[in-house]
Nanobody, 121 residues
């Protein structure tokens, strides 16, 4: 049974930083690309960042490029999202999911509970 548990969100002022963490289980984490997604109120869920199985290749949405960094620890089955220079428009619930390698598409239809990020101006 796949489990994805996100944590690390919170309330931060514009310009601040947060580090999100996702603990994954129920599949062979180290063999698979992972990604972060977010959903703002009234909007559809959107891709934020992805990382390949080894961590050697990453991909970012244009809106976060240069500010966010995705990383992973295969020994711990965790993927992280370091978010710097946060903007009010980054406010959303953030989710992790396995992604199809080389794409921005999530694999699993069921999602974790997500972690709320709120950026005040």
């Amino acid at each position: 049974q796949v489990q994805l548990v996100e944590s690390g969100g919170g309330l931060v002022q514009a310009g601040g930083s947060l580090r999100l963490s996702c603990a994954a289980s129920g599949f062979t984490f180290s063999n698979n690309a992972m990604g972060w997604f977010r959903q703002a109120p009234g909007k559809e869920r959107e891709f934020v960042a992805a990382i390949n199985w080894s961590g050697s290749s990453t991909n970012y949405a244009d809106s976060v490029k240069g500010r966010f960094t995705i990383s992973r620890d295969n020994a711990m089955n965790r993927v992280y999202l370091q978010m710097n220079s946060l903007k009010p428009e980054d406010t959303a619930v953030y989710y992790c999911n396995r992604v199809t390698s080389g794409t921005t598409k999530s694999v699993y239809n069921s999602w974790g509970q997500g972690t709320q990020v709120t950026v005040s101006s």
